[in-house]
Nanobody, 115 residues
Framework: QVHLVESGGGLVQSGGSLRLSCAASGSIFSNNAMGWYRQAPGKQRELVAVITSGGSTNYAASVKGRFTISRDNAKNTVYLQMNSLKPEDTAVYYC?????????WGQGTQVTVSS
């Protein structure tokens, strides 16, 4: 069983920064890719960033150059550093692990960017 807990969301002004964290339970964390997704009201959930077990990263075009995904395998934690935030980044952010073909999700953390 995989348990994911996000934290770090909040209200920030346009141009500001936030760092999200996602702590994972279990001993499988270091062997799995991790992803951050977001879902804005009335929109579908979309992939924001992904990091492989080896540390390779990939980003959605809308956040490339502003967001950075990283992981600390010793702490079973994945991070999303978000800089130069825009109102259109407002959403609930979720971390994700796909393990044995099953998607596991955290409860989500709200990020609100005011203009």
């Amino acid at each position: 069983q995989v348990h994911l807990v996000e934290s770090g969301g909040g209200l920030v002004q346009s141009g500001g920064s936030l760092r999200l964290s996602c702590a994972a339970s279990g001993s499988i964390f270091s062997n799995n890719a991790m992803g951050w997704y977001r879902q804005a009201p009335g929109k579908q959930r979309e992939l924001v960033a992904v990091i492989t077990s080896g540390g390779s990263t990939n980003y959605a075009a809308s956040v490339k150059g502003r967001f950075t995904i990283s992981r600390d395998n010793a702490k079973n934690t994945v991070y999303l550093q978000m800089n130069s935030l825009k109102p259109e980044d407002t959403a609930v952010y979720y971390c994700n692990m796909n393990w044995r073909l099953i998607d596991y999700w955290g409860q989500g953390t709200q990020v609100t960017v005011s203009s």
